[in-house]
């Protein structure tokens, strides 16, 4: 158990966009009142982070990144009493909600605006932060896990099942459930559809474990490195395709009887894999957008003929579902032998090695780098 008092520890600081983290000494404050003090025990560098790192999106410094996370509970603010513990393991979810805000009480949770808010301001929900001297440093999705410690909103912990390593259960935290509920949730895929997946990368590789899972007749993977191809045959991919390739629209109609896919999953962030994977949806079929942009960016769609296409744009967040209870399904699928995560780790490097990690990412990593601070 950790006293009441201010924990020195080494954490990765965003002082400025486009240079390396900082890896330095960082007070954090102890847990107030339905918070959760979280000794950090694997943390997976997500695109998202990158984004962050590089100024592909504006946020308030200095920050620490990291928001894909699993570790243990160290102390609970207030004393406990909650239902979470001291001692639990638990993987930790990016954007924890209220239960009672407008959006919480229409099923969007991860639309809910207590976290949004504290999100978008880089600090917990009580609109303060506990990093840094007077909280001089901000919070990341309120997880901030680049750094031995976190202290996160309760309703952030996740139990993670003791047969669940660290790794995965980071895992799940981001890439897995947002991946996976593309496609179950935002997309509702059903037995027998046609499914196309743009971009192999943490994301996109478990879009096409959950169409597998969904017993999707023609699976596409569609991405710009060949080398990618391996790991989406093995993830469930029946077609591979390279989005440079001049007739890559007219291969995957050719897969679907001409039609062109049920519903496509698009995970790069780049506008023209977006306009790519609208090309080739079918008419009322269903393009699901997880891939972040940078801001200012448009995609442009033929105005002439949209209304009679019938087709759906949905923009998709932590996979559209219920990160709370959708954890538990999937650590019963990695349980059950169904879902095989341990080959998406990748490389597991320490916190002073978090720039490499970074660069790594960037670049386009075949399984995702992992951190144990």
């Known amino acids: 158990m950790i006293s009441d008092q201010p924990l020195l520890m080494k954490a990765a600081v965003l002082r400025r966009t486009g240079l390396d983290l900082c890896v330095e000494d960082v007070v954090i404050a102890p847990p107030q009142p339905g918070e959760i003090l979280v000794r950090i025990a694997a943390t997976g560098i997500c695109q998202s982070d990158v984004s962050v790192i590089r ?55 991860t639309l809910c605006s207590v976290y949004n808010t504290a999100a978008a301001t880089g600090t917990l929900w009580n609109g303060t932060s506990r990093l840094g001297s007077a909280g001089s440093i901000r919070h990341y999705s309120c997880i901030s896990s680049f750094a031995e410690y976190a202290v996160v909103p309760e309703a952030a912990c996740v139990r993670l099942p003791d047969a669940v390593p660290f790794t995965v259960g980071a895992l799940v935290g981001c890439a897995v459930t947002t991946g996976f509920g593309a496609v179950v949730y935002d997309a509702g895929a059903q037995p027998g559809d ?54 890559a629209v007219d291969r995957i109609r050719a897969a679907t009887n001409g039609r062109g896919v049920d519903h496509a999953i698009e995970c790069t962030g780049q506008a023209s894999a977006m306009q790519l994977a609208y090309a080739v949806t079918r008419p009322a079929g269903t393009l699901v957008v997880v891939g972040i942009t940078a801001s200012g960016t448009d995609i442009t769609i033929p105005a002439s003929g949209f209304p009679g296409s019938k087709k759906r744009i949905i923009g998709s967040i932590y996979g559209g579902g219920q990160p709370a209870t959708d954890f538990g399904r999937i650590f019963a699928l990695y349980e059950d032998g169904l879902l095989d995560l341990d080959r998406q780790i990748g490389a597991i490097l320490p916190l002073t090695a978090i720039n490499d990690a970074v660069r790594i990412t960037e670049k386009g990593a075949a399984g995702r780098i992992m951190i144990r601070p």
């Open 194 to 247: 046609s499914i196309a997946v743009f971009g192999i990368g943490g994301v996109g590789i478990n879009a096409l474990e959950a169409a597998r899972l969904s017993r999707a007749g023609t699976i596409v993977a569609v991405d710009i490195d060949p080398d990618k191809q391996v790991a989406a045959t093995a993830a469930g991919a029946n077609i591979f395709i390279d989005a440079r390739d001049s007739d």
């Open 55 to 109: 100024g592909k999106v504006p946020i308030e410094l200095p920050l620490i990144p990291g928001h894909e996370a699993a570790g243990t509970v160290e102390q609970i603010g207030g004393g406990g009493g909650g239902r979470i513990a001291a001692g639990d393991r638990v993987a930790l979810s990016w954007a924890p909600n209220c239960a009672h805000c407008f959006y919480c009480k229409r099923d969007h949770p």
